[in-house]
């Protein structure tokens, strides 16, 4: 949608030059740069196949269905073509550009526009058998999300075969697939959570494969995170040694916003506004005691996202503890004198701290130390309870006998589990939209998200590796921080 | 926010190329373009006064006051240069690129982006005295902006001569400016409106500058909608025309969405939420009766934004009539054949009519056609009662005997009143902060707002005359419209 | 449960008088009283057929299925007994009571108790055949009745037939019963409106009788306003009249809480609740403007109970207008009189007003005083427009060329269609479960709700009369009065 | 309200007798019954002092000022009168009844209504100094009740001096009460938590007794849970021993509905409402995951309400422990044997356990043992972390390799913390009112409550000692257990 606004205003702008001349009083600088467009190319199945037509499952070229629409005709300019793109890069810095010699020339990478082809590479009456799975946590707008690919293959392309796959990636190859009808699915966007229920591992590369090809399925779409991006990848590359005409599309899920190139994850808006609902009782408990403190966990393993848009959506926020910026409790410039401070001004304090902050100022035992989880990573210890208790101890031994509370709040379970909000739901929708549309023009191997507000397509492989952190040494970040006025840690 | 993570990828790629890399398994195809980056210059106050120190109240430039935060130092990168600037234009047809001859050069504009400088103009301490006005109909996270604002210049930038002009554009000559201490607005982005009342209408140029000049403002700060910002290009004119110390800068409040350049105005995303209730309540009306019709009318005189986004958001629209595509009720393609199927099929429909939609085919009398708003343009009908009327005729006729029932909802003021969701929350956040740090740079005549999803100046002369509507000869619209598969109303 | 609370503690201080004995400390005055405890008899199947086995579809009297429950048993005192009962009237003025004269005996009305039986008088295995049907209007909690109808039937009295009539009455006779299994009906509880579908009118006594008959049903269940009371006691007479062994009972449903002798109506609290939100929605619309005012039309076309609770609950609100409550505009004592006070105070205002209040004051052409709705009177006239318009009649009259806003909210549709909240899903199951329990019992031509906080069994016959009108005579409406500070407009 | 309706029936009913004559056509039987309405005695001011008015600050008698409101006028009725009551014991079973021999008297406790009389006793525009605090945990609704503590005195009876004591009953001898100015509560009742904020403990009676003395206090209003009430006891009875023109009033306050006699407390709607959103997300979080468990704890201490009505207003409920009601794990009729044949059945289940049971089943350390809380009882261990524990043993060892997910959610600061719902806010208002009234009119050591749906005044001596169980042996439990159908962990 916003993409919608963008193109449009952009296309003006190019075909008429209106835009330019709106400020015809105000001077205009002009820096020339010269860029090389590098086209991010997306796998596609002719890429080890050949079109043809010997048997009703081969791949064919046949047009569009969607020109066969009762109620409207796609017109010209309906279609996406394959020269559409949408560049990564929006920000420059002119003095630098200014300082690149005539004939260099800078790299941008683009990406291949998401929307439906003029030209498809199976006949969705006969041939296409879709399978979905979704895998790891909870995330609100899965539902959404398979409701509308079913809605969008239905409806869109006539496919009547399509199947949940049940219980993530093991039920390949140990469950029956559920076939899902345009009704089944009907107010599935209205509720939390994966009606085809989903499970952490149980990743076995040529079972699930196997599985795929004995049941027929030549679509899939795998909802999951960057493990399960990563599974995907492996299939990818295996049904691609098979050389087998089977498509394969990820669509990524990550609550906490760490899945990079895309501009956020579905279901991350929806996230931040439960996230601020904690925060809301974090700050009423402490408003209501005397030296109170509000502490309220969220999720964010690696990422702060959460933590810090929360924060900046709630301003009830005294400081918030992510794990891209290590912090210190004791000391000048640390987070108990800075507390101590806000309580003498205010009377109470909210701390928010993602769940992955401060792992290396907790104590471990011998055995956690050794603890592995099932990527063999050091286990996450329990941030909140930790920061609790430090904060009763600092209180009591600097503050004996003056009142002072601590409330925890983790409301994670409840930002997990909770149905997406507009703004994801449509997300949801264009996404799933944009997956059928660009697996139905047979590409393989790539991911759908929005880039700068337009949806694209990406190659699998590098959504695979791509991080998203918080970067504390942008000034954005620095921006940011400066509106909570907390401290950066960054000195004793 | 998101602002931040495009940046770290994209300094990241720039930096050390890594981004180019991942894909080396992936032929890259590259297709050379030469831009010519095209700075939108921004009004500044040295454009017509030059700084000095005679009197404490002069222009004079001074080191940022973050400098001397107590808990935490901008770094190396904190503040933004003026030549950090954001594309405006990122999507791109490679076709077209290559047709391109060789020593053409594609002008693409550019914008500063936003955030603190590391020189200001005023000394805040002493001289600043900032004035705040909200004018026109509520808009969810009035009040945020508001509150924002207080607090950043309170907090940031030590200001503490901060005034409320009360009800609008008049309030600046015919009431007095209340005083908005921090503890004031401690809670204002929790409360729906605007605290400081509003108004429309009430623009006398003269007198409002007079005011201003009289009450010693030099920093003003403009809420409102595209007439109150063509209202704020004529003061910033008239400020620039007497030579005085005093900058203006905007920021655009529509709920309507219809202010063009800015990616979406802030209380929009909680206004589709809000809209999308309303839809969810038409629709269990609509299932719950026998031939049932909910019919919503949405906000939206020139653009149906609201209205597309909440049918994208809910999926519970049949149809969506917006003021940019024409519709028709009678006859082969039109509305009521349409619905005509759709009850056959579903037994119900859900219909949602932007309030600008269809003022053609409404019947107008005499004395309505003669009829003018404030603005000079014909009155705007009830589309919706016009619309129920219409739907009751037609079932009637058709269908004598048949049950059927219409019900219409209409939550404008519902959707106008609310406090902002969490997202535009954030969105009032850095919108506000931008704008003091852009004032405090020196800039005047400006509006703040999100491009492409980073912070922006913007000159008031472009976004007083910028619109966005839908584009309905897109591929974009079009591929929307696949999702709801409604007709295109193109033909009889 | 509110219910089970007080019995406990009024079963403890009939056994060991523990309650009375806590204030030894403080004087207890005695003053004795005769009453006449009067039972409501309520009809039974028995009073026209005799129970007999000769054919499974007979009257028979088995135990109560639930006494082989398989993961509990029912223990002494499980099963309610016909001589529970519950007292109607629990207010008396003990100055008149000591008037009465030693011989004299005050008749209190008292109800059956709902309850399971120990004994039943159908085998739900076998014979048992239910229908549910749902009549007039939205409600909230309406699809929670139907589902634990179903949920209660199935899992406590094992029965597996049971059907919902759609659309209403006419649903009988028209269209074909929809089966009703236990996974049918699964998350109903959470959606508004009714799944059933329903209409108004289509009343048929014989052709509905008739059908009952045919289609074998000997359970009906009927939910409706009280023209649906009306006509279930039309049924269950006819059905006495030809003996059938069928037992009907009906389920009040009136968003109004216009229905008597039952405390409240179900999806009352709930539309209270939406209702606060609107008259929210217009405080901020007032607050924002000057001389804003907020002018909100809420349900009760007879009565003012939405209303009341309403204003209560919010807080927001200068005066509350009623159908129990006459007003006038003008003059000494009048609204506006009033309303320019608290405008000249507070500088905005909010006005709740009925649906039905004011019909007398809104001018009717001569074609409105002939016109008669379905149940023969004058129909109601919009007195939200027509409020609005006087205002601003008033004030240009009086205050020419001053700023003055009114803002009409209706929120009616988005009021019915809501789910129930969790107070009344609360209610809704125990509803249903008596309703069932009931029947089950043998009990026919009844009604269940609250007395008193306990839910008992009313006949048919009684409901079908009672109304419940807001009592502006009764001190406690004078109280309620002074809580709001509005006018009694009593005089001029 | 309720109240309202209720009278208003039954005096329609005594007057004219239409209720009894409306079912003719039905017998009504009689039951002649004999009962000693015994009205528990309130304290009063002039038990120990007696009316003068020799200074102003005197106990002096005066008619209610609300006879001079300008805009209306109390009407005959509008007072209560000291002789109007409210029956306790509602519920009766007929058969004991009809064995009681003709001379017997049951006695019935009666209670004094709440509402205005027509007498005070101390002239508010001069002589009323009222203090309010607040005591104890969180409990949505307390700034509802402050606020309409300071609304009420200010608007109703002219007082202008009203404080609050911050921080609890501690707060009284070494804090500074805050002003309170009907300007300052002006939005309280949109916010959770308490504004005068509360802490537990620092009872310290004659330090408590002598601040009011020295402060010169001569209204308290004492907000808090049942230790509170037996603490503002002990304060009364000091008062009443040093015969200080002193009136106290406790408003009782505990989320978990443990306080008797009145129907329920403040706040425990909304507390329902929150815990079933909680049950929600518990119910998604179960259904998505293969064999899932989802597993919610809810306060209750000492009482099973919240766990009770939030299951029976959830409906996703499999299972509810409370702690009137011992339950096990394993073996024959045992929780672990329920939840396998649930999850058989269903594929997940829900269980809610209230924060108070199973205590004696949680192994305890030996300093576990030994540990007490501030009362002298043993302190609660976490049960919902040790029934997770044992639920992820139970099924490792039964079903090894098998998938399986434990969600547990503790929602308890949220629930305390949000605001009320319309129902609670309109609870709070008519109880602060009734407080108020009563307090006017020279009662002292009371409370203000609900008792079957019309407030009342109840000693605060009687209040201090009730408790509110949940009672498993009565017949209401049972049936309410057959909703759910879970267990009775009667035998093994």
Known sequence: MADHDHEHKQQQESTDGAALQINQNHALSRTMMSFNLVLQKLPHLTDYLLPSASSRHDLMVIPNPMDRNEFYRPFHGFYVSDTDVILRRILYDLELAGSISPGDVVDVLAYHRAGPRSQIYLDPNVAVRAAIVTCGGLCPG?????????????ELYGVRQIFGVPAGYMGFYSMNPIPLHLHTVHD??????????TSRG??????????????????VYIIGGD???RGALKIFNEICRRKLNIAVTGLPKTVDNDIGIIDRSFGFQTAVEIAQQAISAAHVEAESAVNGIGLVKLM?????????HATLSSRDVDCCLIPENDFYLYGKGGLFEFLEQRLKKNGHVVVVVAEGAGQDLIPRTDAQKEE???SGNPVFLDVGSWL?????????RDHPGELFTVKLIDPTYMVRAVPANATDNLYCTLLAHSAIHGIMAGYTGFVSGPINGNY???????????KNAVNTKDHKWAWVRSVTNQPDFENK
Chains 1, 2, 3, 4 share one sequence.
């Open 188 to 197: 599935w966007h209205k509720r939390g959570g994966t009606l085809l229920q």
């Open 142 to 154: 899965m539902n959404t999300v398979i409701r509308e690919l079913v809605v969008g293959l239905w």
């Open 300 to 308: 964010g393993r690696s990422t702060g996202h959460i933590a810090l």
């Open 388 to 396: 609790k208790s430090e904060l009763n101890n600092w209180w009591s």
């Open 202 to 219: 149980g990743f076995d590369l040529h079972n699930i494969v196997d599985s795929i090809q004995r049941q027929g399925f030549n679509q």
């Open 456 to 466: 694209a397509y990406i190659p699998l492989a590098e959504v695979a590796e791509a």
């Open 227 to 229: 493990g399960t991006m």
């Open 372 to 374: 592995r989880d099932e």
